[in-house]
């Protein structure tokens, strides 16, 4: 590529700028390893890019306390077949859904975590909070995700999962998320979790594509790509972080 160097400015100027758009458009929090192999159990990371918007330097350095990552129950999470609604249940493209992930026990960052547990206890999600990634640093959280088995009959030559995560630099309750406090990194499906569209990170939530390794059916030509998003009902049961029972976030009042 091609850079063409403006007159009077320094190309070492004009690399500087480009690099740091790069960085600006590509800093969410994401999975480490976005795209696996079916059949294989794969250590991950969540990655905390950068903490909340300081609100008097709008830099986002603001330190994160806490963090939430929630997978789709495949209870009722919508199915997207090439972008088309399908009513599908999610076992019709894998078979062995269960528990997506698995928390792995780290003290790096956060010194309490705990899964998430759907009412049938597969563990969809976890938090992690109490200490936190500060300034300018990056934060790995690891997890492990399943050995995922696409149907074999099915014509899913991949399934995306979308993953919904909140970082978090103060507690507040839900009418009091702002930059300053919240990056929500979750889809846009009408729960308490949304944001809107004025906060950073509004409907970009994280993913995890499975890769087909096993042969396609041959009727299924190129086969299809298989999306699978949390439910509004399953990000206002999953995302809120309970203590002994009793709800730290969002603050109830």
């Known amino acids: 590529?091609?850079?063409?160097?403006?007159?009077?400015?320094?190309?070492?100027?004009?690399?500087?700028?480009?690099?740091?758009?790069?960085?600006?458009?590509?800093?969410?929090?994401?999975?480490?390893i976005p795209s696996i192999d079916e059949g294989t159990r794969v250590y991950n990371n969540q990655i905390i890019s950068h903490g909340c918007r300081n609100p008097d330097t709008q830099a986002v350095d603001l330190?994160?306390?806490?963090?939430?990552l929630v997978f789709p129950d495949g209870v009722d999470s919508s199915i997207t077949v090439n972008e088309e609604v399908s009513d599908q249940p999610l076992s019709a493209f894998i078979e062995n859904w269960g528990s997506p992930i698995r928390k792995v026990q780290n003290k790096d960052l956060f010194e309490l975590e705990e899964e998430i547990r759907d009412p049938l206890g597969n563990v969809v999600g976890y938090w992690a909070?109490?200490?936190?990634?500060?300034?300018?640093?990056?934060?790995?959280?690891?997890?492990r995700s399943n050995s995922f088995v696409i149907a074999e009959t099915s014509c899913a030559k991949s399934v995306k999962a979308i993953v919904a995560i909140a970082d978090i630099c103060k507690i507040t309750n839900?009418?009091?998320?702002?930059?300053?406090?919240?990056?929500?990194?979750?889809?846009?499906?009408?729960?308490?979790?949304?944001?809107?569209?004025d906060l950073n990170g509004y409907n970009s939530?994280?993913?995890?594509?499975?890769?087909?390794?096993?042969?396609?059916?041959?009727?299924?030509?190129?086969?299809?790509?298989?999306?699978?998003?949390?439910?509004?009902?399953?990000?206002?049961?999953?995302?809120?972080?309970?203590?002994?029972?009793?709800?730290?976030?969002?603050?109830?009042?």
């Not at 850079?3 to 480490?32: D, E, F, W």
């Not at 790509?225 to 009042?253: C, E, F, H, K, Y």
């Open 1 to 32: 590529m091609k850079i063409m160097q403006a007159k009077n400015i320094p190309l070492s100027i004009i690399t500087t700028s480009i690099l740091l758009a790069s960085q600006m458009a590509s800093a969410h929090t994401r999975l480490q």
């Open 63 to 68: 330190t994160t306390i806490a963090t939430i």
């Open 129 to 143: 909070g109490s200490g936190g990634r500060q300034g300018s640093l990056i934060g790995a959280v690891p997890f």
């Open 174 to 197: 839900i009418a009091g998320f702002n930059d300053a406090d919240i990056m929500l990194w979750t889809p846009a499906v009408g729960s308490n979790f949304d944001g809107t569209e």
């Open 205 to 253: 939530p994280a993913s995890l594509i499975i890769n087909r390794t096993s042969p396609l059916p041959e009727s299924c030509g190129e086969g299809v790509a298989v999306v699978v998003t949390p439910s509004a009902a399953q990000l206002n049961r999953d995302m809120p972080v309970n203590i002994d029972g009793v709800q730290i976030w969002p603050s109830p009042n």
